[in-house]
């Protein structure tokens, strides 16, 4: 092929690619934001139907869940029929549930209906098969931390939820719908509605497919592989905890410190923001430093600020006890800095190790990861219980983090001794391991 011709085909992909990266994020962005609305509604949710905090966790829990359980197949079905027809497919489904959250009339129903709409969060296994069809390999790594920063979609709840409830509270708006919390998710099915026509209308119509013609089985093989548990693991502290905390931390600073809804959801996106805003940094970081380092250095910096959480903090009958609320807000924004880090050097791996399988593995790790924000919210609140102490979700996460840091560095010690001075890798490629497995 001549230099003309390249050229030729290779403009009209880049100009699609960028429609797509754009396109992709604002639609992750949207859906993560329905995905994860709970936890600012919870409070007055609770207080409308009397319930406990563990009744009110699960509301959340519910909602995680069904955003991760179908991240495989979301991930698998954009490689095969393309992002775009499955991000549309999303959006309209998250529109008819997130419009129903808002005639719930019982917790049981609430239940049902938080579940379904967390349908939503399986977008983001569909987007980065999406986003990884169309973009280059040098410049992937970057598309797929743009794209992820549409975790910033937690925290537009955390701004707009409160002042809407407070304003809206016991009215009714317009067309007979009621204010307070019920006017969010409705408000948020109109903009899910918006967002599927533009995703339809811009997107490329003609899309890429790269596992149209890939055997079922062949797509689902890697999953075979230990690295990608390993991975999945190192995504539940990323990511899964990410959304438990995104979920629980308006309950924290409102029950520890007495503190009021619109405060405590302001501070609450102090933390989202880094987590989510920080993502693409993290893939600079993984392409600069190697993702060995900026693993540690995560993992490391995690740890550190969470073993200063897990002292019990707050405002007691007799005043405030432990840090003092400036310093806990201080290192969650550390923890969420980290965080932010730290997805993308996990997901950096997915396109380098598993090309040929992105959509599958990436949405096997990113269901692990979704899940563990399923799990995280219900056993903070469980042990919470048990123990009496508020700051039992930072010390759970800090064990976690232990745990997996030393997993990691086993396996690092394991492959320099195979591969020294390779700090670009985080596993002994399979060429090197030969009939091993991976350690």
């Not at 994020?25 to 563990?54: C, D, H, R, Y």
């Not at 598993?354 to 899940?371: A, C, K």
């Amino acid at each position: 092929m001549s230099t003309t011709e390249t050229t030729r085909t290779t403009s009209p992909t880049s100009v699609g690619a960028n429609r797509v990266l754009t396109l992709s994020t604002i639609a992750f962005t949207l859906m993560f934001a329905v995905w994860l609305m709970f936890g600012i509604l919870g409070k007055p949710i609770q207080a409308e139907f009397g319930l406990s905090n563990l009744q009110l966790s699960w509301i959340s829990a519910v909602a995680v869940l069904n955003g991760s359980l179908w991240r495989l197949p979301a991930g698998i079905l954009a490689d095969r029929f393309g992002g775009k027809k499955i991000m549309v497919i999303l959006l309209l489904a998250g529109a008819v549930f997130s419009y129903l959250v808002s005639l719930a009339a019982s917790y049981e129903m609430l239940l049902v209906l938080a579940f379904l709409v967390g349908f939503v969060g399986n977008s983001f296994s569909s987007g980065i098969a999406w986003n990884s069809a169309w973009f280059p390999a040098e410049r992937k790594g970057f598309a797929l931390g743009v794209f992820g920063a549409g975790n910033v979609g937690a925290s537009v709840t955390k701004f707009i939820g409160p002042p809407v409830i407070a304003a809206t509270a016991g009215t009714t708006v317009f067309f007979g719908l009621q204010g307070g919390w019920r006017l969010i998710p409705t408000f948020y099915a109109v903009l899910l509605l918006v967002c599927a026509a533009l995703v339809w209308w811009l997107a490329p119509a003609q899309d890429r497919m790269p596992g149209r013609s890939q055997p079922l089985g062949a797509m689902l093989r890697p999953l075979s592989d230990i690295r990608v548990w390993r991975f999945s693991l190192y995504y539940v502290i990323a990511f899964g905890a990410y959304v438990a905390y995104a979920a629980i931390l308006p309950g924290h600073y409102m029950d520890s410190f007495g503190l009021d809804l619109t405060t405590a959801g302001l501070l609450t996106a102090t933390f989202i923001f880094p987590a989510s805003l920080l993502r693409p940094l993290g893939g600079w970081l993984s392409d600069v430093w190697g993702a060995r380092v900026a693993m540690y250095a995560t993992f490391f910096t995690m740890i550190v600020a969470l073993a200063v959480l897990s002292t019990p903090s707050g405002r007691g009958k007799s005043g405030p006890y432990g840090l003092p609320l400036w310093l806990v807000v201080a290192l969650i924004f550390v923890v969420g800095c980290a965080m932010g880090v730290a997805k993308a050097a996990v997901f950096k791996h997915i396109p380098t190790y598993f090309p040929d399988n992105v959509g599958s593995v990436g949405g096997l790790v990113g269901m692990l990861g979704g899940l563990g924000g399923f799990f995280l919210p219900p056993l903070f609140a469980y042990l919470t219980v048990i123990t009496g102490v508020a700051s039992t979700p930072f010390f759970v996460l800090l064990a976690l983090t232990i745990v997996a840091l030393i997993w990691m560095h086993m396996v690092i010690t394991h492959m320099d001794e195979k591969l020294p001075g390779r700090p670009d890798l985080v596993e002994v490629p399979p060429e090197v391991r030969g009939s091993r497995s991976g350690s």
